[in-house]
């Protein structure tokens, strides 16, 4: 047993932070691989959360800092006050960050740390999502184990010329992203929102059952999900995921359900990141989907036809299958430097 003991939090263990499953999930994917390596971990809550079934661990406001040796920091945006107030609260500990999005160099929450293990940042390939492992886990377990790798079909990264969705294609989770304050200037939000919204409202006349989806979570009534296993058993239930928001095309993806990512940051931001990083094909850029209404929609209808059919499936079965080995690098990596030897 290491001499070693990290507390692991996240953007779901400070009060006016955004608790969502894949914050929870990340966190888990921490525990385990410090767990795994002789090192005893707190995990910590704001108190909202720690009221979730099964959370555990302690409260952030209650935790002591000389009670641990190291301060991890679990995916979200490594940005703003928040992070910061975070970090100087137990700045005597080694501070590590992982699976985190960099958005901005200068930003104080990302500074007050020693090692930042990014899953995305400017300049760098972005690397899959942390809470992917946990994710594909949890989906087998809740469904049975059906995610298989896929026979002869291995040309993913095409999507077909034109298509449209068949009438009656079942039940598509959709998942929007207000907010992301972080991005700034280059937020078009509002806009993708806007316009999305137009092209599912059309959808009712193919008999597509569109259902309003959230990752973030609440433990304290029965609108919102309390825990990650909630929005995975929903997620299994989709014929695909139309999604602004990072986890869910990773929570998608790990549970073998066909998503398609809308990215709404100008330029690209972590949902494209996040594509990128699992050869997903399926997503639209804000310019592309802001462009002239047409092409945009057009678009959309083929990705989603390209989603729910033979190919799409096939090639979220198999990120289903790799799911369970997302952010190894990253998890070896923070274990090495929690167990490196202080000077």
């Known amino acids: 047993m290491s001499d070693r003991r990290a507390l692991v939090g996240g953007w779901s263990s400070v009060v006016h932070g955004e608790a969502t499953a894949g914050d929870v999930l990340s966190m888990r994917a921490v525990e385990a691989a410090l767990l795994a390596a002789g090192v005893d971990v707190d995990l910590a809550w704001s108190p909202v959360m720690a009221t979730a079934p099964g959370a555990g661990g302690v409260e952030l406001s209650r935790a002591d800092p000389d009670a641990y040796t190291d301060l991890v920091w679990a995916c979200g945006p490594l940005h703003g006050r928040p992070v910061a107030e975070v970090a100087a609260r137990f700045s005597r500990l080694r501070r590590t960050a992982v699976g985190v999005s960099v958005v901005d160099d200068d930003d104080e929450g990302l500074r007050a740390w020693h090692l930042v293990l990014a899953r995305d940042a400017p300049g760098i390939a972005a690397v899959r999502d942390l809470a992917a492992g946990p994710a594909a886990v949890l989906a087998r377990d809740l469904l049975g184990d059906t995610a298989r790798p896929p026979s002869s079909l291995s040309s993913t ?61 609440d433990p304290r009534g029965w609108r919102d999900p309390a825990t990650a296993a909630e929005v995975l058993a ?106 490196a030897p202080r000077s």
């Open 234 to 339: 929903i997620i299994r239930r989709c014929d695909a995921v139309v999604t602004m928001r990072l986890h869910g095309l990773v929570l998608a993806l790990a549970a073998g359900v066909p998503a398609v990512a809308v990215d709404p940051v100008a330029g690209g931001g972590k949902v494209s990141a996040q594509a990128r990083a699992w050869g997903w094909p399926a997503v639209i850029s804000a310019e592309q989907l802001l462009g002239a209404a047409p092409a945009g929609e057009r678009l959309l209808g083929e990705q989603l036809a390209w989603a729910m059919g033979e190919r799409g499936r096939a090639a979220a079965q198999r990120a289903a299958v790799e799911a369970p080995d997302a952010g190894r690098e990253q998890l070896e990596a923070l274990v090495s430097a929690v167990l």
């Open 157 to 217: 990264s095409m999507l077909p010329p034109s298509s449209s969705v068949p009438a009656g294609s079942g039940v598509v989770g959709v998942y929007l992203a207000p907010g992301q304050a972080e991005y700034g200037v280059r937020r078009r939000h509002d806009a993708v929102t806007e316009a999305l919204g137009h092209w599912l409202g059309s959808l009712s006349r193919r008999g597509v059952a569109r259902l309003a989806l959230d990752t973030r979570l």
